[in-house]
Each structure stands twice: as C-alpha cells, then as structure tokens.
C-alpha cells in the first residue's frame, strides 16, 4: 500500500473522509485551506467580520460532526462548505434580525443604465466606492445578495453556487442578473445623491448663518438670557 | 424585425462577467452591439461593475480570529473524537444491524475496560505497536462477559475504531500518522451482549489511514 501523502497534498473530499474517521491532521489541514472562503463568504454576506468569525466556528463544528454525510457526487467541498455557512449566516441573520443598513434608503431609485449624462459607476476602485459598494450589497435581499457573493464574489461556477444555494442553476443565474441590476441601481442612487450634495453644499461654500429663532427659543425656555 | 434589446441583456451580463459565450450567441451579441449604442453603453458599465465587484471581493481582509478560532476548534475535535462512550457508541451502533442503543452504550464501555485494561497489558512496557504480521489476533473475553450465560450462538460484528482513540487505551499506532481507524471484531452472544474482541491486522491497520 502507498504512503499516505502529506495532508496538504490530499484533495478535499478525501480530508473530509479522514475528518470522519477522526483524523485530527485532517481536519486542521481542510481548516486552514478552506477558512478564509467560509470567512469572506460570511464577510459578504453579513457584513461584520465577528459575525463571519462565528460562522466559520459553526461551520466546522458541523463539519466536524457531518463529515460522513458529504457526498462528493452532488457538490465539491467548496459548495458544501458555503452551503453549511449560508444555512448558518440565514440563522445569524433572522436571529438578530433587524433593519438591513440601507444608507441609500429614501427617494426613489434611478435606473441606472438610462442616463448617459453621469456614470454611477465612475471612480468605483476608490476605497470610500469599494465600502460604499460593499455595504450596498449588504442591502440587497438576501437570495438575490446570496447569488452575487457566490457568483461574483467568490466566483464559484453556477454549478457549485447552485449546489450551495440549494437551488437550480437557472434561478441561480437569473438572482444573480437581478442582483447586479439592482446593486447597479443602488450605486447610481448614492452617485446622484452626492452630485446632488455637492451641488447644494459645495465644499468650499461659506456656511450658513445659524437661524436666530433657536436662540431666541432657548432663551425663553431657560430663562437665562445668553444665547 | 429587429431583435429587442432584452433579448441580449443575459448574454451582454455573462460577456461582461468573462464568461464564454457560444460562437452563436457571441455574433448575434457583437452584431447587436455594432449598432445599439444602449447596450454597448450598458455592456461597458457591466464590465465596470464586475471590476468593482473583484475590488471588493480581493480588499476583504482576512480573520484576525483564525487562530483561536482553530484551537477551540482542535480541542472540541479532540473531545468529540476522544474516548467518549457516546462516540465509541456510536461507532459501534454503525456496525451492528438492527442497532439497539442501550446496547451499543454498554459494549462501547465494556471496550473500553477491555483496550485499557488487556490489550495495554499485552503491550507493555515498550510502546505498543499493533502487531506486523498478516493475522489476526486472538479473541479476548471482555472482562463484563464473565458471569453471562453460557456463549450458545453468535456473531462476529466487524468495527472501526479511530487511531486517535487508541493511545487513551494504552495503544499505540506506530509508524505512520496519528489518523485512520483500525478494525476489530467483536463476538456478540446470543443475547446480543458482546463477549469477546480482537483486532483485525491488514495494512490498512498499521498506522496508515483508510
């Protein structure tokens, strides 16, 4: 019988069959190859890194306990890693279930592709457009902010995201269009929000004088007569 | 008549992603694009969008918890994967038909006497090695089935058991990683209570992984 190779040269289906046999090795060597997908694909998909991090520990501990039930012939390790880890950030999410930070929120939303005259997407690699991206992914429903992290983000084939997402590859597909569309609305929203902002206060315009009137009624209430 | 531009919106969404379009769909796609400015404009603000969308997914940082997170990891692997009568349980339960939980709980315990008990005695005081040889070892009485009634009838269930269990049994696998199972027989009675065990030597057992 052959050596056993090194772990870090043994595929990922056959780790996980000697995570379920007990194999500690195995297990540290499929954690540290495949954390840092569970971690950014939880990053992404809620926004908040302690968040992730909790995911990532729930992740394994499932793996750690469900090795046995993969099955290498309906998703590779990838797809059912992120399966586990979107199963896991859903809980998360209903749990602590709150309004999604929608910094574009209010006014409605352009279309983004009609108007020829400003380009929403001008300027995207600066760092402030990258955070302001990433939040307005955070702001997409979540099937459709699922697609995009799977398919764009952690470039999966529709395939794999298909298998992770639980869903057939057209509607995979078809998420992931509507979720560019929209996000491409939100970038345009928040592009005509600041122009619109720069228009009313430009950065080098005086400030306005602070109207009296509050002056007036605090002085009246505390009865001090200092304004 | 011409085709309306929504008819392309997929393919013009794929082409910006760098997916590869069929030869059909790429000249029907190239030939609406030479003249539709709409969807050329749409097509190039696809393309940024994907360009935005890699900047996000490469400026993600990484764990700074990563490391904790894996030595509480390690440990609750060493706890589940230990020598817990639950887990040597349920290894024992998989290998029985028609498994009786009550049962396997007591042979689970009932093996573990016997590994830290017998087979440590057989093998000390040098470290243990299971044996290299093409056999299989000879049955040994669990110290519980004495005072059972008289072995009538019975069977022989085959287990696996964890290498990692082992060393807490005062056996060793050596040489070879730490992972893998090794497998034993264990004579199950006629009233379904375990009798006797051995371990089934094969070069699977010695201190490879299966």
Redesign the interface.
């Known amino acids: 019988?052959a050596?056993?190779p090194p772990t870090n040269r043994i595929p990922d289906d056959r780790l996980l069959r000697?995570v379920a046999?007990?194999?500690?090795?195995?297990?540290?060597e499929l954690?540290?190859r495949r954390?840092?997908d569970v971690?950014?694909f939880a990053?992404?998909l809620t926004g908040s890194?302690a968040t992730?991090?909790d995911i990532?520990?729930d992740v394994?501990?499932i793996v750690?306990?469900d090795a046995a039930r993969y099955d290498a012939g309906r998703a590779t390790v990838t797809a059912w890693l992120c399966g586990i880890a979107r199963n896991c950030a859903r809980q998360r999410l209903a749990r602590d279930s709150r309004p999604a930070p929608d910094e574009l929120a209010g006014g409605r939303e352009p279309c983004?592709?009609g108007r020829?005259s400003v380009?929403?997407?001008?300027g995207?690699?600066r760092?402030e457009?990258?955070d302001a991206?990433?939040r307005a992914?955070q702001t997409l429903p979540l099937p459709y902010r699922e697609a995009?992290v799977l398919?764009?983000?952690?470039?999966l084939a529709y395939a794999e995201a298909a298998q992770a997402a639980g869903c057939p590859v057209g509607t995979v597909?078809s998420r992931?269009?509507r979720a560019?569309a929209l996000?491409?609305a939100k970038?345009a929203a928040l592009a005509f929000r600041e122009a619109d902002a720069r228009t009313v206060e430009p950065e080098d315009a005086e400030p306005e004088p602070r109207p009296r009137v509050a002056g007036t009624l605090r002085m009246s209430r505390s009865g001090t007569g200092a304004v | 008549m011409k085709t309306p531009c929504r008819d392309y919106e997929s393919d013009l969404v794929e082409l910006a992603r760098g997916a590869d379009l069929d030869a059909q769909a790429t000249s029907h796609l190239g030939r609406h694009l030479a003249e539709c400015p709409t969807c050329g404009l749409r097509l190039a603000q696809e393309r940024r969008l994907t360009v935005a969308l890699r900047a996000v997914a490469g400026a993600a940082e990484a764990s700074s918890r990563s490391a904790a997170i894996e030595e509480d990891l390690l440990r609750a692997f060493a706890r589940q994967a230990g020598p817990h009568p639950r887990r040597a349980a349920r290894l024992f339960a998989r290998a029985r038909p028609g498994p009786r939980r009550w049962l396997a709980a007591a042979a689970a315990v009932i093996l573990a006497v016997v590994l830290g008990q017998g087979l440590a005695r057989r093998r000390a005081p040098s470290p243990p090695e299971l044996p290299a040889a093409s056999e299989e070892l000879a049955f040994v009485t669990l110290p519980a089935a004495v005072g059972l009634p008289p072995f009538e009838s019975g069977r022989i269930v085959r287990v696996e058991l964890p290498v990692a269990v082992l060393p807490a049994y005062g056996l060793e696998v050596a040489p070879g990683p730490p992972g893998g199972v090794v497998e034993a027989d264990v004579l199950v009675g006629q009233d379904e209570l375990p009798r006797a065990i051995r371990f089934v030597n094969s070069a699977s057992n010695q201190g490879s992984t299966r």
């Open positions: 019988m050596a056993e000697l046999a007990g194999d500690a090795n195995a297990f540290t954690f540290r954390h840092p971690f950014r990053l992404h890194a992730a991090d990532v520990q394994f501990l750690m306990r983004a592709w020829d380009d929403p997407l001008d995207l690699l760092t457009r990258i991206l990433r992914i995009l398919c764009d983000l952690q470039e597909r992931l269009h560019r996000l491409a970038v």
